[in-house]
């Protein structure tokens, strides 16, 4: 059944079975299925030369493979949204996990040289051949796995700080233990503070392409003409369905509040909401203010002011023009009436 919707996926999308949304899981499964074809293959070829002896390499290769068939596990993150953020994480994580295991083991290193030339100074001074003092720092690497333990939590420190104390005496206990609580107070604390806020950037990044694909799945959805383009009716159309009233829940918008979300969405004001505009729009409501929408809310307001400001400058002056106009007015009557007067007398 796994490889018929494989191959019918193939016969439908073609080429873009490689570049379609989710081209990745596409890619995963076609590999699943091509490591079991393989597998099917190579145990047909083992019982038929079972005969002839047992080929060794054939059946390592068989379990390799069954062990590929592992990955399939992975195929259910597409379904539950925590779960594939999770899994995102951990794998953006990998490259903090080397560098910072880098940096630990550099750490490690630096002190665990410095204290086994110290100890093979000790044993070749005094002659003698402390068993517990081999134990622990007998070696470079085995100093650096001594440490490395008691860091984590692999022995007790009192184990590997007790021998020092006891042969070499109480300073070189007392540095260990200094050194110890450095890197587990400071660079321990780093390296979890590093590992969170990355999780909490991809997470967010993560959360952010759901969003996309969410928000291209519903255009699609209200588009009913598909026109490219979605209006006013095919909204309201849809306004009973589950997916426009969970993304009304997304954007926190009342249901009857659609004709004014609609306006929002329509930047270009020409009675349509094409495809980008609905995507950059719901990915705008969703979530607090940024900077950059308080700084463009700040431009726009300015403009507003002082477009308003312009427009009052420009009344002033006509009213100043009609001011004008009506005092030369009254003067001329007034001028008029007496001329009229004097005449009259």
Avoid at 74 to 94: K, Q
Avoid at 186 to 203: C, K
Avoid at 238 to 253: T, Y
Wanted: proline content about 1%; hydrophobic content about 50%.
């Amino acid at each position: 059944c796994f490889a018929l919707e494989l191959a019918l996926k193939l016969h439908v999308h073609r080429l873009r079975f490689f570049i379609v949304s989710g081209w990745a899981w596409n890619v995963m499964d076609l590999f699943l299925i091509v490591a079991q074809i393989i597998e099917e293959f190579l145990v047909i070829t083992a019982q038929d030369t079972v005969g002839s002896g047992v080929n060794f390499s054939v059946l390592r290769a068989i379990r390799m493979l069954r062990c590929v068939r592992i990955l399939r596990v992975l195929r259910l993150t597409s379904f539950f949204d925590s779960l594939r953020r999770l899994v995102a994480c951990m794998i953006h994580s990998v490259l903090s996990f080397v560098w910072s295991f880098v940096l630990l083991f550099l750490l490690l290193y630096m002190y665990g040289i410095y204290l086994t030339q110290s100890v093979h100074l000790h044993l070749l001074e005094t002659g003698t051949g402390d068993d517990e003092l081999r134990r622990w720092y007998g070696s470079v690497p085995q100093a650096i796995l001594s440490l490395f333990q008691a860091l984590t939590g692999g022995v007790d420190w009192n184990d590997i700080v007790e021998p020092l104390s006891t042969h070499m005496g109480v300073g070189w206990s007392v540095v260990t233990t200094l050194w110890m609580a450095f890197l587990i107070l400071a660079v321990m604390n780093i390296i979890t503070g590093n590992f969170v806020q990355n999780s909490i950037e991809l997470a967010a990044k993560v959360k952010s392409i759901d969003d996309v694909f969410q928000a291209k799945r519903l255009f699609k959805c209200l588009d009913i003409d598909s026109s490219g383009a979605i209006s006013t009716d095919e909204i309201h159309n849809h306004l009973g369905s589950s997916a426009v009233q969970q993304f009304f829940r997304s954007v926190d918008v009342d249901i009857s509040e659609a004709e004014a979300l609609f306006e929002i969405l329509d930047v270009s004001g020409d009675g349509l909401i094409d495809c980008d505009e609905f995507i950059s729009g719901c990915l705008r409501l969703q979530g607090g203010a940024r900077a950059v929408d308080l700084v463009l809310m700040t431009i726009d307001t300015r403009r507003g002011f002082e477009h308003m400001g312009a427009s009052l400058d420009e009344l002033a002056g006509k009213m100043q023009q009609l001011q004008d106009m009506f005092g030369s007015y009254v003067t001329e009557k007034s001028k008029a009436s007496t001329s009229s007067r004097l005449i009259g007398g």
